[in-house]
């Protein structure tokens, strides 16, 4: 069973970068699309980016000037980094796995989430 | 962008009642690669339905999806009371992967 799980500090200043690792247990990182996705306090779902296990990178237009997500398929991870944040940028962070390279598929599996604040 | 929006904003039901939830694009979703997620407080969303009618992984046949284009229907026959969460659409064709805002499925 494929497992993923957040880490990273739960408070981040203004201004600074927020950092966010997802580990990938129970699979390979291989051959698949790495996702991060977020969600403000009660609000809805928004797409932040992908990478692919090879290192190609798609983000959201709303959020590219500010995102960078790497992969590390040595340890199974894969990282987003969000610079210049602010309190709008504060949400539940998850990270999910996309499709396969053979097939379109949606977010088959979660990790549980990690809420970042903004605040100094 | 495709953007996504759910109807209704909420949803207020019985347990055994049947659920029909609306998910309309701004333009046509390409080989129905439309998704649905239900999320409880505090979770993470849990795929239910991809490919607009197919059934994930273990999801009850209570769970139905229909449609194609720009209209789109998840459809739970008989609410059982763990079904009550926020549902959500989703396109995965184009970037921006995008989500419509929710629908609340409520005791009423």
């Known amino acids: 069973q494929v497992q993923l799980q957040e880490s990273g500090p739960g408070l981040v200043k203004p201004s600074e970068t927020l950092s966010l690792t997802c580990t990938v247990s129970g699979g390979s990182i291989s051959n698949y699309y ?25 983000y959201n237009p709303s959020l590219k000037s500010r995102v960078t997500i790497t992969v590390d398929t040595s340890k199974n991870q894969f990282s987003l980094n969000l610079s210049s944040v602010t309190a709008a940028d504060t949400a539940v962070y998850f990270c999910a796995r996309g499709s396969p390279a053979w097939v379109t598929r949606p977010f088959d599996y979660w990790g549980q989430g990690r809420l970042v604040t903004v605040s100094s | 962008e495709i953007v996504l929006t759910q109807s209704p904003g909420t949803l ?4 055994g009642e049947r659920a029909t939830l609306s998910c309309r694009a ?20 849990r795929l239910l339905i991809y ?16 449609g194609s284009g720009t209209d789109f229907t998840l459809t739970i026959s008989r ?3 763990e079904d009550f969460a926020v ?3 989703q396109q995965y064709r184009s970037s921006p ?9 409520e005791i009423k």
């Open chain 2, 51 to 66: 490919g607009a009618s197919t059934r994930a992984t273990d999801i009850p046949d209570r769970f139905s999806g229909s």
């Open chain 2, 97 to 105: 992967r995008t989500f419509g805002q929710g629908t609340k499925v």
């Open chain 2, 87 to 89: 549902y959500y659409c």
């Open chain 1, 34 to 58: 790495w996702n991060w996705i977020r969600q403000p306090p009660g609000k809805g779902l928004e797409w932040i980016g992908y990478i692919y296990y090879s290192g190609n990178t798609d």
């Open chain 2, 79 to 81: 609410l059982e009371p």
């Open chain 2, 12 to 15: 207020s039901l019985s347990p």
């Open chain 2, 26 to 45: 701004s333009q046509s979703v390409t080989s129905r690669y439309l998704a649905w997620y239900q999320q409880k407080p505090g979770q993470a969303p």
